[in-house]
Nanobody, 126 residues
């Protein structure tokens, strides 16, 4: 699976951004998708995950109520809607994919994912 993330940019605190991750190469609906982020000097951290048919989602506590993950399997794309952005949300955001054998499978563990995109930079000014 090849993943291409886009939609990052520079915004002010309180603004919104929507990230997209387009997948190609395999049957997208067979894969659980995740968003992770990495700020300078910090380890990569989990943001959100969505099951292969979109029936289940999970979020990091730091983004609950502000971020929404969704997917459109017809378009082979997963989205991350980010609202009420804070300076601490600034990071490179990565999408990732893992083959899922059941519809309800999600994961917040980076090494469970087999495929990663190159990332898109989100900068939030205060």
């Amino acid at each position: 699976v090849q993943l291409q993330a886009s939609g990052g940019g520079l915004v002010q605190a309180g603004a919104s951004l929507r990230l997209s991750c387009a997948a190609s190469g395999r049957t997208f609906s067979n894969y659980v998708m995740g968003w992770f982020r990495q700020a300078p000097g910090k380890e990569r951290e989990f943001v959100a995950t969505i099951s292969r048919i979109g029936s289940r989602t999970e979020y990091a506590d730091s983004v609950k109520g502000r971020f929404t993950i969704s997917r459109d399997n017809a378009k082979n794309t997963v989205y991350l809607q980010m609202n009420s952005l804070k300076p601490e949300d600034a990071a490179v955001y990565y999408c990732a994919a893992a083959l899922a054998v059941v519809d309800y499978y999600v994961s917040n563990v980076p090494h469970h994912y087999d495929y990663w995109g190159l990332g898109t930079l989100v900068t939030v000014s205060s």
